[in-house]
């Protein structure tokens, strides 16, 4: 048995290119030594961005995948996530784009920063501040994102890093915040916990996602759950900094219960520096005479919507279910899938 196999690799306008592909390497991987430059971005089977389905041939997949990236139906349908999928014969699998996107996908830069905030914010989150550095002069480094992307942070003395949505405008070019959910056992969580520290240096891997602004004539609700929040708070500073004009935003962004809301005063005030910007805080468990919604994010989104005639676009951010959920009730409002952008905080990391 060859333990080389031949991979054809078919695109929307038609154009075949085909390439080699090594039993222990995986699909992507051999693309790029070929020079066959497909659309990726993670390289670690969590962005999906390197899809593409399967329609002939035989493979299996890598251990990093998982069921957010690739749902039951889509793995039973053939689809594969290209950076972790291994061939066992040849094969023939169809990409979602025309042959002029190949290469437009830049690879994401590296480079190091300085750690400038290590700070718990709720019960559950913390706010972490880096700013990136030039590795060659150790001199700040201005770093080029578009608000809503998300960068790879490298836990330090590790071999791990972590994907984290920026939360910070680009306009505030010298340091990145993020915001951070403390996930049980999680290998990031406890360095946070127990040793990050200002000053010392994290590598730095990015700007990666297409989780941006469209320009659009109808009104924005971004809906975040938990950390969520944080790209569209990035795109929100962003409109605030005065890159958006004056189009009409809803903020819906919801916690458990007091302990574990953050960010309840920044949000109040940005509302009072945006007026094209209402802010619906949500609670599951209020404490007395809360003034904000009952219930999750999507809920007050819903509720909110329901009552409306018009359709917005709608940018949803946060854990899977969270997500899932938001898209049912954009359905039942009769909200087009073309009006809908989405980014899962899918786990990141082996
Ligand atoms: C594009 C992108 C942007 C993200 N931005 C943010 C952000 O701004 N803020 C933020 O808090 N998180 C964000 N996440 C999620 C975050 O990267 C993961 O939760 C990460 O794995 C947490 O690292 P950790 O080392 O603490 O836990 P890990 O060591 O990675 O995980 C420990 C265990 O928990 C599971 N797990 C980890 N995260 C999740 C999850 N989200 N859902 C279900 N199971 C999980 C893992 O499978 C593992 O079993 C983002 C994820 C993506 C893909
Ligand atoms: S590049 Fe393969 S899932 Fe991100």
Redesign the pocket.
Known sequence: MSSEHSITARFEDGVELTFSCGEGENILAAAMRQDVRLLCQCRKA??GSCKALCTEGDYHLGKLI?VQVLPPNEEEDGVVVTCDTFPRSEMMLEFPYTSDRLGSMKPAAECSARVVVVEQISSVVYRFVIAPLDTATGASLPFNFVAGQ?VEIGIPDTDKA????ISTAPSAAGELE????L?P?????HYLKTRASVGESVALRGPM?EFVLRPSPRPRALVGGS?GL?PLLSMLRDVASGNRGQDEYHLFFGMQDPASMFFEAELRALAKTMPNLTVHLALMDPPDGWDGFVGNSVAAFAAYFAARADKPDVYLCG??PMVDAAIAACQRLAIPDAQIYR???????S
């Open positions: 969590y962005c998982n998300y972590r994907a984290f949505s993020f915001l951070i959910r996930i056992g999680g290998a990031f969580s996602g950390t944080a854990p899977g980014e899962e905080f899918v786990a990141s990391g």
